[in-house]
């Protein structure tokens, strides 16, 4: 088996389709190189051996030794430079490349192949003393933090010191012999830190380079990002070995990095950022402040340093050709590295770039218009999750603020939160139910986890490709990057004279830049422009309907705005909890007899009645799924003793009698206890009085609007044919004699939910019964895997690492085991009743991967709660196409 693919000199062994072998960048460096762009030779070792890596126990196959020398050998047959020559040596950058770009993992080491004895070559080779060992050090630095794994903070802080001592206040002011002297002191630091010389064999080198990018694989960081990102680990990384290129050989040198098209707003315009004399960690990593790409966007910016555009002219339109190019051939906005040596331009990576939610939108939308990609593929190009962003809301513009100091926009959206300084609190807090705000100086690989639980992320430093900015765009999280003005001490953070302690709630707009005191109060976003246009073209592909679970007047507006097309779950025991009716509710259970409990449910039957009237009134039209009392009965009581005195009061109880009673209703399993229709069951003047309250409002709004809602009544938790019977008989009961009292009829229909695995393996039976079918997923979920879904998140993050299940089963259906009973029960109730109604009222109705499976197993809708209605709408239509 071969593990090494060529690229570069006009050979290229794989392509832009071998991404799962080459990794993502070790593809598209094979795909640039074919398509004849300047790309720096080199070769990729496949993900293959990755994985054969880690089968062999962190070991390489003889094999592999050749095939790294045969690669080598192409390097230095196209460089005409040999690796470890002491006259004119070859240097190499080692880099990682999964198939998914993936933080976390080992990245790059650059300057490969220095020694005490190539370095002078280098200086005598490029002339430029100071060049050679600046890139010394930098291999040292980069080498020992990455590869050895040492305390990196050290070798800043003698960079720092040896700085100081000169009194410089820029890297570029050290001479030849600063650095020279620099890189004694860290080869001290090496051998004091790791217990051995740095090594001076560049092969030596080279192979730990190799091994470092393997063993990151498994690294906790890449473990956590791979399991937010559901990344399995059987994919494994590629490793990249290539010719060094300088973009530090001086004034006609640079480095950068820049998009096809903005990739925070989505406008049609170059966007990046180049340093003059530098390599490509000094842009990333915000040491020095990067100059904009062109003319226009220095302009905006209002700065000074010239751009790459008036700096460097020709290289720049050569840069311009490459990025049409290259927009043109991947039809899709690209994320691109570049180095510029002594005026040669080279390509270092592209791919397509991450963008927000936003200017995905816009960059769909724009490039249908402009022909370069079709409707659909807009529409399936646009990450549904990612919609998330654009509905949630904004900061209200006429609210006042208290604004501290304003940073880079790198990543839109508002959020408010307590402060928190690191990675760790910020989980911490999270877990607890607390918003908070990231705040750091930057960000690192290691901060994943607290970026992901914090609302929002604010760095003092680094610009709008920093970590921060890039991974908080990934992730969909507003982030202010690069506000100077602010930093970090033993109180809290300092701005100015202003002081925010850990804890204290501050607001950052990742729009505008600008970080506030205290939380400002936000607006609801407007779904136009591309919003809707992409939405529109989703709904003319999409096969299922999609509905909404509401149980508010409020929701239902909300989630019709979002294009809900009828409600799919209206969970009734909601309204049960409000102030105003629970201590009827909580008489009705009290009851000794059925007398009582009709006499409560007579003054519970008004309140219902309005709330369905409301419901009907906002959704006129479509058909509204109402589900009749579902939890156990003992959710209704107090649980705290302060209360009882109270309750019982209130209920014309004396407090023993109700704790009595509190006592008797309690079950050690409530979920799979007396809930659902074994209530209705029990207590079937429940049900009566839903039912009542549902057909006097259909009526009432029947009346008023002349457009009848269909109400379809569901029963829950049936596991048998006879239960759905029994409890259809009861609505039908109900729904005559309201018609004959009121002298009107509606059309209804009664069906179930599927929630438990008998009632999925007899619903060709159950369809007898019940004109439709919900699938409720949660509760299936919980039966079928036998996982208690209020008890499940304390070890079910372990079980999505070691990939017993593949993602979370409540937050993403479990196809395979679940989805089975789904399909056979699906399968069965047709069979029974051919035009039966199915739909899906689980969580999983707002998931896009499970959408895709009720697709594929034909239901009639989703149903999804109503900020992921957009979401589910554009889901639906990705799984149609
Ligand atoms: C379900 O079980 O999937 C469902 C929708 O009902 P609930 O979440 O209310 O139990
Ligand atoms: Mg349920």
């Given at each position: 088996q ?9 050979v290229?062994?794989?392509g ?8 993502g ?8 190189a ?6 720096p ?5 496949s993900t293959?051996?990755?994985t054969?890596?880690?089968e ?5 196959p ?8 045969d ?16 006259a ?7 880099r ?8 976390g993992?080992?990245?790059t ?6 020694n005490d ?18 890139s010394y ?10 590869v ?19 009194g ?8 030849a ?11 001290a630091?090496?051998?004091e830190?790791?217990?051995k ?17 393997f063993?990151s ?7 956590v990002?791979?399991?937010?990102n559901?990344?399995p ?7 990249n070995?290539?010719a060094m290129?300088?973009g ?15 990739p925070a ?11 003059i004399?530098?390599?490509?960690e000094?842009?990333?990593?915000g040491i ?10 220095r302009?905006?910016?209002g700065a000074?340093?010239?751009s ?10 050569e840069?311009a050709r490459v990025?049409?190019?290259?927009e043109?051939h991947?039809?899709d906005?690209?994320?691109?590295e570049?180095?510029?040596?002594q005026g040669?331009l080279?390509?270092?990576q ?23 990609i079709s409707e659909e593929?807009a529409?399936a ?6 919609l ?8 209200d ?5 208290d ?13 408010s939160?307590?402060?928190?300084f690191?990675?760790d ?8 139910g607390r ?8 960000t690192?690989p290691?901060d ?16 709008m490709?920093s ?9 969909g999280?507003?982030c202010?990057?690069?506000a ?13 004279d202003r002081v ?6 501050i ?23 591309d919003?809707?246009?992409l ?5 003319k592909?999409?096969?299922l309907?999609?509905?909404?679970n509401?149980?508010t007047p ?23 909890f ?7 509710v909580r ?10 409990r009709r006499?409560?449910l ?21 058909p509204c ?8 009965l ?6 705290e003793?302060?209360?009882f ?8 109880l004396d407090?023993?009698?109700l704790?009595?009673r ?15 229709c074994r209530?209705?069951v ?19 709004v ?11 009544i ?13 409890m ?12 004959a009292?009121?002298?009107r009829r ?23 019964a019940?004109?439709?079918?919900s ?21 079910l ?5 070691q990939g017993i299940?593949?993602?979370d089963?409540?937050?993403s259906l ?14 069965r109730?047709?069979?029974?009743r ?9 969580e999983?109705?707002?998931?896009p ?15 999804a709660s109503p900020?992921r209605v957009?979401i589910?709408?554009?889901?639906a239509?990705?799984?149609?196409l």
């Open positions: 071969r593990y090494v693919y060529r690229f570069g000199g006009g290229s062994d794989g832009g389709g071998d991404r799962n072998l080459l990794g960048k070790g593809a598209n460096l094979a795909e640039m074919s398509i004849g762009l300047p790309v030779p080199g070769f990729t070792i293959a051996m990755c054969r890596y880690y062999e126990g962190g070991a390489f003889d094999s592999l030794r050749d095939e790294v020398a690669g080598l050998a192409h390097i230095e047959e196209i460089t005409g430079k040999r690796f470890g020559d002491a004119d040596p070859l240097l190499v950058s080692v990682s490349g999964a198939r998914a770009s993936m933080p993992m080992m990245d080491v650059l300057n490969l192949g220095l004895r190539t370095v002078e070559g280098l200086a005598a080779a490029s002339g430029d003393p100071r060049f050679a060992w600046d050090r930098r291999f040292i630095q980069m080498y020992s933090d990455v050895l794994e040492l305390d990196h903070s050290r070798f800043e802080e003698a960079l720092e010191i040896a700085k100081e001592d000169q410089y206040g820029l890297d570029t002011d050290m001479t012999a600063d650095w020279r002297s620099l890189v004694a002191e860290y080869k630091l090496v051998e830190l790791w217990g010389p740095f090594p001076q064999d560049v092969h030596d080198q080279l192979w730990g380079a190799i091994g470092a990018v063993g694989w498994q690294s906790e960081r890449a473990k990002y791979r399991r937010l559901y990344i680990a059987s994919w494994g990384t590629a490793v070995v290539q290129v300088f530090n050989m001086g004034d006609t040198s640079a480095t950068g990095v820049a998009f096809t098209r903005d707003k989505g406008d049609n315009a170059y966007y990046g950022e180049f340093l004399n530098a390599q490509g000094d842009v990333v990593a020095r402040t990067p100059q904009y790409l062109t003319r226009a966007a302009e905006a910016a000074r340093a010239a790459m555009e008036e700096a460097m002219p020709q290289v720049y339109g840069l990025f049409d190019l290259l043109r991947y039809r906005m690209q994320d691109i570049f180095t510029v040596q040669k080279w390509m270092l592209t791919r397509s770039g991450k963008r927000t939610a936003k200017a995905a939108l816009k960059i769909a939308v724009d490039m249908a218009g402009e022909g370069l593929e529409v190009r646009v990450d549904p999750a990612a998330d962003q654009l509905l949630h809301p904004t900061l513009p006429a609210a006042p603020r604004v501290l100091t304003t940073g880079l926009p790198a990543s839109p959206g508002a959020a939160g307590a402060v928190v690191t990675a609190a910020a989980e911490e807090a999270a877990q607890a918003d908070v705000i990231l705040v750091r100086v930057e690192s290691e994943i986890h607290g970026m992901h639980a914090a609302k929002g992320i604010l760095t003092a430093r680094g610009g490709t970590h921060a900015a890039v991974v908080a765009r990934g992730m999280r507003p202010v990057s690069g100077g003005a602010l930093s970090i001490g033993k109180d809290g953070m300092r701005i100015g925010i302690a850990a804890g204290e709630v607001t950052i707009d990742g729009s505008t830049g600008e970080v506030m005191a205290g939380a400002v109060p936000t607006i609801q976003p407007e779904l136009v422009g919003f809707g246009t939405m529109a073209w989703a709904d592909v999409r096969r309907k999609v509905r909404t509401a149980e409020l929701d239902c507006r909300t989630a019709r705005e979002f294009g809900a097309e009828g409600i799919g779950l209206c969970r009734t025991e909601h309204m049960f409000d102030a105003a009716r629970i201590t009827a008489q009705m259970i009290l009851a000794s007899d059925e007398a009582g006499a409560a007579d003054r519970l039957l008004p309140e219902q009645r309005s709330d369905f009237v409301e419901i009907f009134e906002v959704m006129v039209g479509l799924t109402i589900r009749l009392l579902d939890p156990p003992h959710e209704f009581l107090p649980h003793e302060v209360e005195a109270e309750v019982a009061a209130a209920a014309g407090v023993d009698t704790k009595r509190a006592a008797e209703l309690h079950e050690f399993n409530p979920m799979l206890g007396h809930r659902g209530l209705g029990t207590y079937p003047e429940i049900y009566e009085m839903q039912a009542r309250a549902i057909f006097e409002a259909a009526v009432l029947a009346e008023k609007s002349g457009d009848a809602p269909v109400p379809e569901m029963i829950p938790l049936v596991a048998t044919k006879r239960e759905l019977e029994l259809k008989a009861v609505v039908d009961r109900a729904a005559e004699a309201v018609f009292e009121k002298g509606i059309d209804y229909l009664v069906g179930t939910m599927i929630e438990l695995p008998r009632a999925a393996l007899k619903a060709g039976e159950i369809a007898e019940g004109a439709f079918f699938f409720g997923t949660n509760d299936l979920t919980q039966t079928t895997l036998g996982v208690s879904r209020d008890d499940a998140a304390r070890f993050s372990g079980y999505v690492e299940y593949a993602k089963p409540f937050v479990d196809v395979e085991g679940v989805g089975e009973l789904v399909s056979l029960a699906a399968e109730g047709r069979a029974t051919p035009d039966i109604k199915l739909g899906i009222c689980g999983h109705g707002g998931d991967a499970s959408i895709a499976f009720c697709e594929q197993v034909g239901l009639d809708y989703v149903s900020y957009p589910a709408r554009l889901a239509a990705q799984a149609a």
